[in-house]
């Protein structure tokens, strides 16, 4: 259920962010902004621009940051250049370009302090030691994130504070990962508990998903990746619409997946990788490659983990370049010397070019030698690579077979599991008997499924309990928590003789929570379920409904009444003692009563690669419910296979339709 959230969610922004509307809409607005009499006025709104398109429409962005450095400078509105040179250096940071992005943060750290600007001077600190303390990994230079909270505190500034608070959590986080002191990894966790709280308080929750993320990254760091995955997870909630860092997160969990033995994770590294590559995510980019070239040389596909490495270390030589003879010792010595330093520089010039000539003679002699040995090397490398490419594919031939035999007992076994969930769903036939106009559409995604109906029949024949239910993830894990859901409903229904959806929903809730163990908020157990349940008095024509995170559905003269669900889900982070409402409805005759999953609405297809979404369901509802139940299901199987057309199904599919 987690990689299907993050693909749709992922596919569905770029969809966005490829809209020709919000395009129009930009270079509307940066026209009219360049167009500005007023140059004082203009550099204010240059600011605001760039932070406010800077993610959707960096390149442009970054133009207009350029020409806002160059009218501040002829200005002389130098707090408002120190903000643009630091704006530039974001963007050459997130371009991976560190030289030129250490140079503008440089710059700006100079000018705030010529100009005695505390915060500015904060800013500017807080990027320069971000950069040479966490990116470079200099261990050394953390002086500058402590000046940058020490101007925050100074300043009472929560932006600077939070901002300098999170990165010295970074920075003992990856020292922790490379020199595994106990104390890094107490200090880490300080920095960031400190800074979620502090988000809390200000009610910033936003800023609390980097956090959470940071978090997730320093368990995974300690080899924690339950606790791992949990952060990861609370940063997806909060990053919902927000596909850079949904891929990012996407990618770390993932990650503690692979750690876990999971072998599937393979297709969410590749889409990471064609997600950052479209986006130009290149620090992505890089850490997608490094788990891609990981991932198939633990599975044996050495060719694939081969060229992955290749490109791995073509875009890590391409990221760092001559950034890695870059010193943050050169700049400030640039700074306090540089005019002795151009002084210098002329005095050597007719020196070192007499130099270079007599030099030049035994620098060919040295190519020449040099060229001769390199060929060597290539002709004994190639004879060397040829016998080992030789007894590769040997072995690949011996592993193929190998995969093979457990690929088929694996779909052996998965076979054998559908047969015991088909036993555990109770049969239709009596259904039929009670109410003639029903109809089940259940499409699970893969052969077991993570979505399940249950029905019970009162005695007297003149009741039905009915339920619709989608548990945690799909596949086997889903059909598991479907048998674990079905159990407690019979037992609930059977042996306690409960009637109430409300109040079965209660005791549901809490059961799942004691059979998962899910006993206290730090638990890693957090699967449960989403289930609409309703009662059905047949002699009355009343119906009772209630549900966790699903809604009801009844068509009537054409048009679709929803009654919606209590927004708690079954187990998971809901509480033990959690109320579910109940709503009692008048049936009128010819009703259509619809339960469903989420499935049907969530799944990707049409021109346009979108959701279906939940309007079009309703749509849909209305304009089968003359049908008769048959037609229904053939026209819902209908639709939905010209939606999705060559698209894959992303998750189990349940819709349940009865009309009195």
């Known amino acids: 259920m987690k990689l299907k959230y993050i693909i749709v969610v992922a ?36 600011i605001e621009f760039f932070q406010t398109y800077r993610e959707s429409e960096f390149i442009e962005c970054m133009k207009v940051a350029q020409k806002g450095l160059e009218l501040s400078s002829k200005l002389k509105k130098f707090k408002s250049k120190a903000r643009f040179l630091n704006h530039i250096g974001d963007g050459y940071f997130n371009m991976a370009n560190y030289e030129e992005s250490f140079k503008y943060y440089y710059e700006a750290y100079k000018l705030s302090d010529s100009i005695k600007s505390p915060f500015h001077l904060g800013l500017s600190a807080y990027n320069l030691g971000w950069q040479t303390a966490i990116q470079q990994k200099s261990y050394k230079d953390v002086s500058y994130l402590y000046q940058a909270l020490h101007m925050g505190r100074q300043l009472s500034s929560d932006k600077l504070i939070l901002m300098a608070s999170n990165a010295l959590g970074s920075f003992y986080t990856d020292k922790y990962e490379r020199e595994k002191k106990r104390s890094d990894f107490d200090s880490a966790v300080i920095y960031f508990t400190q800074t979620i709280e502090r ?15 940071n978090m997730g990254q320093l368990f995974f760091f300690d080899k924690d990746y339950t606790t791992a995955t949990f952060y990861f997870n609370k940063a997806m909630e909060i990053f919902k619409n927000d596909s850079d860092n949904i891929v990012s997160n996407t990618h770390k969990i993932a990650m503690c997946r692979e750690a876990l033995k999971d072998r599937t994770v393979g297709v969410v590294y590749e889409f990471v990788y064609a997600y950052a590559t479209k986006n130009k995510m290149q620090e992505l980019r890089k850490d997608a490659l490094f788990s891609l070239k990981n991932f198939y040389y633990n599975e044996k596909q050495y060719q694939k983990g081969y060229d992955y490495q290749k490109l791995y270390y073509e875009l890590l030589q391409e990221i760092n370049g ?19 330093e151009a002084s210098n520089q002329q005095l050597k010039q007719a020196s070192e070019i007499q130099e270079l000539k007599n030099k030049r003679k035994s ?42 035999e457990k690929k088929l007992e694996i779909e052996q076994s998965i076979e054998y599991a559908k047969g015991i969930q088909t036993a555990f769903l109770p049969s239709k036939d009596e259904l039929n008997l009670l109410i003639k106009e029903n109809f089940i559409f259940y499409k699970p995604k893969d052969v077991v499924s993570g979505d399940f109906y249950w029905y019970l029949i009162n ?25 674990v859901g079905i159990n407690i409903l019979q037992q609930l229904s059977v042996e306690r003789k409960m009637r109430s959806p409300g109040l079965i929903l209660k005791y549901l809730n809490a059961e799942i929570k004691n059979s998962l163990k899910q006993n206290s908020d730090q638990s890693i157990q957090r699967d449960g379920m989403d289930i609409a349940i309703i009662h059905l008095d047949l002699a009355s024509n009343k119906l009772t409904y209630a549900g966790a995170n699903r809604p009801l559905y009844i068509v009537r003269n054409r048009e679709v009444i929803e009654y919606k669900a209590t927004k708690h889900a079954i187990g998971g982070f809901t509480k033990y003692d959690q109320a579910f409402e109940e709503v009692k409805i008048d049936l009128q005759r010819d009703d259509l009563i619809c339960l469903s999953t989420d499935g049907y609405a969530d799944q990707f297809g049409g021109p346009e690669a979108k959701k279906f979404m939940t309007k079009n369901l309703k749509a849909l509802l209305v304009k089968i419910a003359h049908l008769s139940a048959a037609e229904q299901t053939v026209e819902l199987e209908t639709v939905f296979n010209n939606w999705k057309g060559h698209h894959m199904q992303v998750d189990d599919v349940l819709i349940i339709g009865l009309r009195l």
Do not use: W
């Open 363 to 404: 620098f060919y002699i040295t190519v020449l030698i040099g060229v001769a040995l390199i060929i060597l090397v290539i002709t004994y490398l190639l004879f060397k690579q040829n016998k080992i490419r030789q007894i590769t594919n040997d072995k690949l031939k011996e592993q193929n077979k190998i995969i093979s």
């Open 459 to 483: 005695e007297d024949q003149k009741g039905l309990l009915l339920a619709c239910a989608d548990c945690t993830g799909h596949g086997v894990p889903g059909a598991l928590m479907s048998m």
């Open 11 to 46: 596919f569905c922004f770029v969809s966005y962010l490829c809209s020709s509307q919000t395009d129009h809409a930009f270079k509307k607005t940066r026209d009219s902004l360049m167009a500005l009499p007023d140059d004082s006025a203009k550099v204010l709104q240059m």
């Open 322 to 340: 001559e950034f890695a003879a870059l010193s943050i010792k050169n700049f400030e010595t640039n700074y306090n010397y540089v005019k002795s």
């Open 199 to 213: 988000n809390k308080t200000l009610r910033r929750f936003t800023q609390a998903g980097a956090l959470y993320s």
